[in-house]
Nanobody, 128 residues
Framework: QVQLVESGGGLVQPGGSLRLSCVGS????????IAWYRQAPGKEREGVSC????????YYADSVKGRFTISRDIAKNAVYLQMFSLRPEDTAVYYC?????????????????????WGQGTQVTVSS
């Protein structure tokens, strides 16, 4: 069965850092676009970052550019989101999601309907 499992969330102070992990099972993450989304209480789910399975291009929401970095480890079948300079507004449940790269060449990485598989989410709380 295809599964995506997130981990690495927790409670950090403003300005702190965390590294989130998304580990796949039942398939390999290469050749698939992997995106990170987040949802804060009372707000809609929003795209945070994405790494392409075709050419390893990366994409980021304006709110996290320069602070977050997405990367892939093929050997461990994992995608990571390294987060620096965390702010209280980064507080949310973070999800990873998968879609086939070849089927979504002209589909925006922020199109949630294009992602078929989603993880269970990991909580990130930024507070002093």
């Amino acid at each position: 069965q295809v599964q995506l499992v997130e981990s690495g969330g927790g409670l950090v102070q403003p300005g702190g850092s965390l590294r989130l992990s998304c580990v796949g099972s039942g398939y390999t993450l290469d050749y698939y676009d992997i995106a990170w989304y987040r949802q804060a209480p009372g707000k809609e789910r929003e795209g945070v970052s994405c790494i392409s399975g075709t050419d390893d291009s990366t994409y980021y929401a304006d709110s996290v550019k320069g602070r977050f970095t997405i990367s892939r480890d093929i050997a461990k079948n994992a995608v990571y989101l390294q987060m620096f300079s965390l702010r209280p507004e980064d507080t949310a449940v973070y999800y990873c999601a998968r879609r086939p790269s070849s089927d979504n060449v002209r589909v925006s990485w922020t199109d949630q309907s294009s992602y078929v598989y989603w993880g269970q989410g990991t909580q990130v709380t930024v507070s002093s």
